[in-house]
């Protein structure tokens, strides 16, 4: 009997724990509820609201789903990159800031259960002004609290664009604009119509160019016949027209004969080439590689823009006589791809872009808080850890979302990075194409990817016993109890300068660096080091800070450990025969005057050949001469100018345009239109278009000839928050880097040096309509089919209504405007616009380029 029970007594336990496991295994499963079909939507309703430099928005919540959204469990995430003010959410839900831009919503006891069809109405209130479809918050995704650690993306936001522009109510505030084709069009209308045969047929512009009447027939039976030193060069021209004719031109070192020749002459300057084109031969004279290379280019960009679109077999190439050299040494372009990542053949693609452009280097940010982009073999963390974003609150497996990127870790473009392999590869292809690559390793600021993936090596080695090992690489302080915010509204991106782990750190990072340079043979003369956007209250509450103060006489203030950082790093580079890059707070120092914090030139580092990005010329923010003045002082500058080259910047201010405009908004014409030597000159309107008050540059520096001599160069620079693709990335670079390209190799033109203004603004307006032209019937076009194509932005169209007749143009001539009539939006193969369209009722007009691509509709009613 005892027998009897004692196996019914154990048959109860396993049923029971089976019904507990059941049970248990249950509560622990999320709830059946599909979050792709909770739809997010955002608007603006009001700026300057409360009559205050603040904007009140929308987040609606509809559920789409089939299933209820239950009153609680569940938390929802999403990236904003506004601050939200505190205790003005409205709605059943809690609104909390966790780190950087990355935000929380949970509902509150009074939120009721959502079914189907049901929405939830989010509204706040946020610091500043919203206006552009950039301001809206994105990558929302659901989180269960029984399954904390994954991450349910949501819908895409959905951004309610307005239906009528806002008006202003309060004289001077931002507003939302729209598009409005009338302006456009009186804009467009000072751009006169050239004729292709009458435009000039090398681009940027040559320092001396002449026509002749003579022309050369190229064909792929045309051999190269060149000096053994340009057998690379050769090749890489034979490899450039094979993808016009299909086949391969032959290069030798002699023959004669119709031929293209490259000949060396020593007495050319070391970017100098001249060309040559005849009805019998063309001829490519240079010194050195470099000089080849960019006559090479030339030679390329005098061909006809459709040569790419189909194999052809034989080319017309007119002829010309030119001699040419570049106006400054460094032609730069920044690449962002930290906060969002961009993959290596894209990478290729815009060295392809800035070798046929003549720009030669490429200023890679590898690193920021969001991401750590390329592999450093002996720290495997920083990719791990540093170069996936998925949704995660402790950073121990990944970081977390930002910018959108969701909480998936293999999300493009959140996560990625280059192997040590890819980036091998990247520098060749960069060093064949004459452009240098200077890496940015981003201290002491904006290291967060690094900060974390070195906390993750640390709690693994301490772990494992290895205290020595672990603390290396370790690059914060584990007791700093230090309260600071950065510009990105993070608390703990900052790498502690005081601790000696941090310099080994960095001494690593560099030989792995050099170590690659060396492998692919390419050119490594700086690292750039960042140096920006640290924050006020960093290393005040460390301990290993307070200790070296109090160690070291020479130390008075937290604020020297800025110094003794960059100190150190440049000691670091120096031992390695490289010289220090960083952004222009490395060359500034904090000084007082009449009791008040002031920046100025640190007369400590002058001497060391230390060269600085300067961009810090925020219209009215009182550093519009800075880089005038670093340059005086006798740094090394290279304009970075956020006015004119931040091509992260929208093009307008029209709500549906991209961008950040924090600092400018920047359409092709800003970097075309910037005079590097005296940006002043012809700097007369605001961000929004308001004339400046005359005394804006009163009492600015003014640049001097020892100056203009440290002037190294100028830099377009492509932040990358809202680069979510690479056809956004072309959509941000094109057109605006050929107005760069334009303005760092062409000669001064006539306009940025007459004095007389009323002739100056004359002179101007006859290049911009030549420019805008070259760019419209020659550039463009070329740029829809060379290295694949490129997906750069089309313009939308200007059109008015006048004497009962629509009549519309283009800001660049040449691109092709197509209309409807019929209420439908136009596509490729709507009706072309050749004169004022005289149907009445709803016009509709679109531009597009040869391969259909279609910009923006604009809409007029001809009544």
């Not at 007459?754 to 419209?776: C, H, M, P, V």
């Amino acid at each position: 009997m005892f027998l009897f029970l004692n196996q019914q007594f154990k048959l109860f336990l396993v049923v029971s724990a089976a019904m507990l496991c059941i049970t248990l295994t249950a509560w622990s499963q999320a709830p059946a509820f599909n979050a792709k079909n909770l739809l997010v939507s955002w608007e603006v309703n009001e700026n300057n609201y409360q009559n205050k430099a603040q904007f009140l928005s929308t987040i609606t919540l509809n559920n789409g789903a089939s299933e209820a959204l239950p009153a609680t469990g569940w938390k929802i995430y999403f990236n904003f990159n506004r601050s939200i003010i505190p205790g003005s959410v409205r709605g059943a839900v809690t609104l909390q800031h966790l780190n950087g831009d990355l935000f929380q919503i949970t509902p509150r006891a009074d939120f009721k259960r959502m079914t189907k069809g049901a929405s939830l109405r989010i509204s706040f209130i946020t610091t500043g002004a919203a206006l552009n479809l950039t301001d809206a918050p994105s990558g929302f995704y659901l989180v269960w609290d029984k399954t904390p650690q994954k991450g349910l993306a949501l819908s895409p936001v959905k951004v309610k664009v307005p239906a009528a522009a806002q008006p202003s109510t309060t004289p001077g505030s931002p507003v939302i604009t729209l598009v409005k084709p009338g302006v456009l069009y009186q804009q467009n209308k000072i751009i006169q119509d050239i004729a292709p045969d009458n435009l000039p047929k090398i681009f940027p512009t040559p320092v001396s160019y002449r026509e002749t009447s003579a022309s050369f027939t190229l064909t792929s039976d045309i051999p190269i016949i060149t000096a053994t030193d340009y057998y690379p060069e050769a090749e890489m021209l034979a490899e450039d027209l094979a993808a016009i004719f299909g086949k391969k031109i032959e290069f030798k070192s002699n023959g004669s004969g119709k031929a293209i020749r490259l000949v060396k002459k020593e007495d050319l300057g070391p970017e100098a080439y001249d060309l040559r084109v005849t009805a019998q031969e063309i001829t490519i004279t240079a010194a050195t590689p470099a000089g080849m290379f960019y006559g090479m280019q030339s030679l390329k960009t005098l061909l006809p823009a459709n040569a790419w679109e189909l194999k052809l077999k034989s080319v017309n190439v007119p002829g010309v006589e030119v001699s040419d050299y570049p106006r400054f040494d460094h032609r730069a372009v920044m690449l962002d791809v930290a906060r969002n990542f961009q993959p290596k053949k894209q990478v290729f693609k815009l060295l392809d872009l800035m070798a046929l452009y003549k720009l030669n280097v490429l200023h890679f940010h590898l690193n920021d808080d969001e991401g750590w982009r390329v592999e450093i073999v002996p720290i495997p963390e920083l990719t791990e850890i540093g170069a996936k974003r998925a949704h995660t609150l402790d950073s121990r497996t990944n970081l977390p979302p930002s910018y959108g990127s969701g909480p998936e870790g293999n999300n493009a473009p959140g996560s990625g990075f280059y192997t040590r392999s890819d980036f091998i590869q990247i520098l060749k292809y960069a060093r064949d194409r004459n452009i240098k690559v200077i890496p940015e390793i981003e201290t002491p600021g904006h290291a967060r990817a690094a900060i974390k993936a070195m906390d993750v090596r640390y709690a693994r080695l301490m772990a494992a016993g290895k205290k020595e090992d672990a603390e290396r690489y370790l690059l914060r302080d584990v007791n700093d109890k230090s309260d600071y915010r950065s510009v990105q509204n993070w608390n703990d991106n900052v790498i502690n300068v005081a601790m000696p782990s941090v310099y080994n750190f960095l001494e690593k990072v560099v030989d792995e660096v050099r170590d690659m340079y060396q492998e692919a043979g390419a050119p490594l003369q700086t690292i750039h080091f960042g140096g920006d956007e640290v924050p006020a209250g960093v290393w005040v509450k460390s301990p290993v800070v307070q200790k070296l103060l109090q160690e070291d006489e020479r130390f008075t203030s937290v604020d020297d450990m800025w110094y003794y950082y960059f100190r150190k790093v440049n000691e670091i580079l120096k031992l390695r025969n490289l010289y220090l890059s960083g952004w222009e707070e490395v060359a500034m120092r904090k000084t007082e005057i009449e009791g008040q914090k002031h920046y100025i030139p640190n007369p400590d580092f002058v001497n060391e050949n230390i060269h600085v990005d300067v961009w810090n010329n925020v219209l009215g923010g009182g550093s519009e001469d800075l880089a005038y003045r670093l340059a005086n002082a006798g740094y090394k500058v290279v304009l970075s100018n956020v006015t004119h080259q931040y091509f992260d910047m929208a093009y307008d201010k029209t709500f549906e345009e991209p961008g950040f405009y924090w600092g400018s908004f920047v359409d092709v014409d800003k970097p075309f239109k910037f005079i590097p030597y005296n940006y002043y000159k012809n700097t007369t309107k605001d961000k929004f278009s308001n004339p400046l008050p005359k005394s804006m540059f009163v009492g600015k520096e003014r640049l001097t000839d020892f100056g203009k001599n440290n002037i190294v160069g100028i830099q377009g620079l492509l932040w990358s928050e809202t680069v979510i693709s690479p056809e956004r990335m072309e959509y941000m670079l094109l057109p605006k880097l050929l107005g760069l390209a334009e303005r760092a190799w062409a000669p001064d033109p006539d306009w940025a040096i007459e004095k007389d203004t009323t002739k100056s603004e004359a002179l101007y307006q006859q290049a911009w309509s030549r420019f805008a032209n070259i760019l419209g019937k020659r550039e463009l076009p070329r740029l829809d089919y060379f290295s694949g194509g490129y997906q750069y932005r089309l313009p939308p169209v200007g059109a008015v209504v006048q004497n009962g007749q629509v009549s519309a143009n283009i800001q660049l001539p040449g691109l092709t405007i197509r209309y409807t009539t019929d209420g439908t939006d136009p596509t490729f193969r709507s009706r072309i616009y050749r004169e004022p369209i005289t149907e009445t009722g709803t016009v509709k007009l679109r531009a597009f380029s040869r391969t259909g691509r279609g910009g923006k509709v604009v809409s007029v009613i001809n009544q």
